[in-house]
């Protein structure tokens, strides 16, 4: 029965990140309502009624986005109910697959579009772009709106594709990007006596996203910084219980917290600059700086599904149920 209970709570944590993030593409992109309507027009939870009603139509909006987030639950019910057969260790190692897959697609992300917004924005300034291709084309490079469908976006797909056939995280190959990005600035300041805005966009870009996108991978490793003082002593079924404790109190409340207040609106810190495809100031730098408030998405989502996963293999550690890394650790020793 825990291990039912558990199994739903983490396949509901996850259904529910799903449909918020759905939610949050049509209420910010597509001006659907949002279930903060349905609040609103009830004066639910301190919310105070909108200035102006809600067509019929809206409202049935409304109430489908907040019907998603129970149908979630349900389906994760009946998903638990009809796959009893998998374990704890099952689902966390799904959970895990989860979270590289979003990983490696992120990582494919700002290796392609950063190689190639720093391509555009070096032709540009050095005026060679109009020879490659067209002064009109030139002219529409020079502008967001314009370089977001038509460049970012095929390589944002191609990277979905490429990181669904693909099995290295590839972030470990981001490290050595960023260094080398730095020795090229280094080379070309104090040897040739160039250096343009874009070359630390670049730099910024992939150290930002090397950051974030390796945290998670980095928990499944137990790479992550933790006084051992204590836990080190501690038995594995203690272990288990702190990390199962420990990833449901702080680690999915926190990213919760992130997402919630990051995406809760067209104004909040990561909505704000995708919807308006913010840039750095520089004319001729990279426009990629609505993308790396997109980071912290990406930070939020893969850490809260391998917090899942890791609060999941805590409880099969509590439970004393075979495998596990630290049974792994202690087979090869």
Not at 182 to 187: A, H, N, T
Not at 189 to 205: H, N, W
Not at 220 to 224: A, D, I, K, S, T
Not at 242 to 255: D, F, K, P, R
């Given at each position: 029965?825990?291990v039912?209970?558990f199994?739903?709570l ?17 209420v ?10 349905v609040?609103?027009q009830?004066q ?11 067509s019929?139509?809206e409202l ?8 998603a ?17 998998q ?8 959970f895990?697959?989860?979270?590289n ?7 494919w992300?700002?290796?392609l ?13 050095e005026?060679?772009?109009?020879a490659?291709v067209?002064?009109?084309i030139?002219?529409?490079l020079?502008?967001?709106h314009?370089?977001?469908?038509v460049?970012h976006?095929?390589l ?32 070309s ?17 992939w150290?930002?996203?090397?950051f974030?996108f ?5 928990l ?5 910084v ?30 919760s ?6 995406m809760?609106g067209k104004?909040?810190?990561i ?22 408030a997109g ?39």
């Open positions: 029965m825990v039912f209970l199994r739903i983490g396949w509901s944590l996850a259904a529910i990140l799903f449909v918020f993030l759905v939610n949050n593409y049509l910010i992109w597509r001006d659907w309502p949002g279930i903060v309507a609040f609103a009830w639910w939870f301190g919310k105070s009624a909108p200035g102006q009603a809600l019929a139509a049935g909006l409304a109430w489908g986005q907040l019907a987030y129970f149908a979630a639950i349900v389906g994760a019910f009946f998903y638990v109910s009809h796959s009893r057969d374990s704890l260790r099952d689902d966390s190692e799904r895990a697959a989860m979270a897959y979003v990983i490696r697609a992120a990582f992300t700002v290796l579009v950063g190689a190639a917004d720093a391509l555009i924005s070096f032709l540009r300034v005026d060679l772009l109009s490659v067209g002064e009109e030139t002219t529409e020079g502008r967001a314009y370089r977001w469908p460049v976006m095929p944002l797909l191609a990277s979905l594709v490429i990181a669904a056939f693909t099995r290295s995280l590839g972030f470990t190959w981001l490290a050595l990007l960023v260094v080398v990005a730095e020795l090229l600035i280094v080379f300041r104090f040897v040739f006596s160039y250096e343009q805005a874009f070359m630390g966009d670049l730099v910024r870009f150290y930002a996203a090397l974030l390796a945290s998670a991978y980095t499944l490793e137990e790479g992550h933790r006084v051992d003082v204590l836990y080190a002593s501690f038995s594995r079924k203690t272990k288990g219980l702190i990390n199962a404790v420990g990833s449901l109190v702080l680690g999915i409340a926190l990213c917290v992130i997402l919630v207040l990051g809760g104004a909040n810190i909505n704000s600059p995708l919807l308006s495809i913010e840039v750095s100031q520089s004319g001729f730098g990279m426009y990629v700086k609505y993308l790396m980071f912290l998405a990406v930070f939020a989502v893969s850490m809260l599904i391998q917090f899942i996963g890791y609060m999941l293999s805590g409880i099969a550690d509590f439970r004393g149920e075979p495998g596990g890394r630290d049974a792994d650790a202690d087979l090869i020793h």
